[in-house]
């Protein structure tokens, strides 16, 4: 807990770790990435975006928060400052918050190519001057382009001469906590590196909130009557007449996924020239994971089906039939990528924000399928990095009538859990009904089964969600093959942003080096 008799003393408090610099780089670059548009007005991202939201409701930064607000909190305030080498913010008072009542208290999290020099700075005690420092520099005729250090530390001197300019030594990762009303400025003195910045605004429950005309930044202060800011209560209760009171965000689809098995022709191939077609197979929410998606997709001799991309949400690429090549680059300039030759049975995990693509360099086409899932909470454990499981362990020769090799176990950013192995059926052999409190996608590569009371020939994709009552049996003439990806969800409260903010991706990894036989 931070001092809040420094708080009241000298306007700010801070640094305080409320993240890994790994985790702060993860939403530096999922917000490198949000929308520009926001619904009413640009500060209010955690209306809309459950990963600002999860960090502006930590239990770390709560706690902080009702000991300098009291209990009934309300965020009002959620906005991305990314500044660009030499960018300057110059010095002002935040217009929403300077009223001279006080009780604003905002958090500013360094999330990329945080240090000193391009962070914040602080004039000390300058929340308790009385007034905005606009009202001062307009009385002096001094515009927004024009208050130097010089000029700011002379008004500062004329209401208390101890007033200093304060630099706090913030890392990535690190949030200062600082009254509304006080005087900073922002700045990045880094040669060639952009830096960003999460700047989260509370007040009271009980003080409206009110949205500036930011067309006059200069004193006298403009305000629109018309509209009223979406106001999220994170602490106690919050008066609905202050403000208008919004429900958190969320990413949870509206439709729970139920069993299911999805048959892939062999001779898939598509029509007209076209190079590539994707076929959902289904879409929705389970137990586990807020957001679930899978699709199998035919793609033609030469082609692929996009140039390498990243995205939140975490993915499994399974090749069904046919002979590909993944391409994992560093950054979407790699002019020499890593490049995986990828026959029916290879599978890779990419998890959030890796770059990746795939191409068939084959004379036939190829089908693959993709499992793809994110929620709107994140883990605080080390995540899995990227992970490829070769098409060998599939091809690998049945002992005994069942065989289990696991191939990957471990957190990753939206599950406490995700675990594959590949399971070899002798014909007639299986396993008896039952539940499972974690969801199962399987990627059917060789051979028949029976599930879902169903008989299912390869290649296919199966779905049994979590508390689904199911067997297995191999129905026909020949072992069956299948990968297995057990999917297990987490509620935990936080954890760890494009190429252009300089992150790279983590080097990928063989699931072949990790995987041991387990007994028959």
Known sequence: MLSREAFVQNGFIGPLRLLTADRAHFFARHFAGAPEQRPVWRKSLATIDPLAYQIATSSVLLDELRDLLGNDIILWGASVVIKQPGEVHRWHCDIESCASSGGHVSVWIGLLNTQQGSALRLVRGSHAFGMPLQELTAREQVSRADRSDELILRLAAEQNDGADIAEPDVTDGEAIFFDGRIWHDAQNALRDEPRLALLLQ?????????????????????????????VLCVSGDADGEANDIVAPPTVRSHRDIVPAAHAIARNLSCKDGTPFMPVSCFEGRTANVDSLECHYSVLMPGYSPHPPHAHLDEEILVVMNGAAEVVVPKTKEDEAPQIFAAPAGTAIYYPSFQLHTIRNVSTEPVSYAMLRWKSGTLGERQSLTPQLIQWTWVRKQVRGPLSMTPLLDGPTGFLDKLHAHVTRIQPGAGYAAHRDTHDVAIFLIEGDIAVLG???????????????????????????????????????????????????????????????????
């Open 202 to 230: 509370y007040a009271r429950a009980d003080i409206p909130v009110r949205v500036p005309d930011f067309r006059n930044l200069e004193w006298p202060f403009q305000f629109k009557d018309n509209v009223r800011p979406p």
């Open 454 to 520: 169903r008989p299912i020939a390869a290649p296919a994709v199966v779905f049994l969600p979590a508390g689904c009552l199911h067997d297995m049996k191999a129905a026909g003439a020949q072992p069956a093959k299948y990968l297995v990806w057990e999917l297990h969800g987490h509620a935990a409260e936080i954890a760890p942003a494009r190429d252009a903010l300089g992150v790279n991706p983590t080097p990928l990894r063989d699931a072949h080096a990790l995987a041991r036989e387990m007994p028959t």
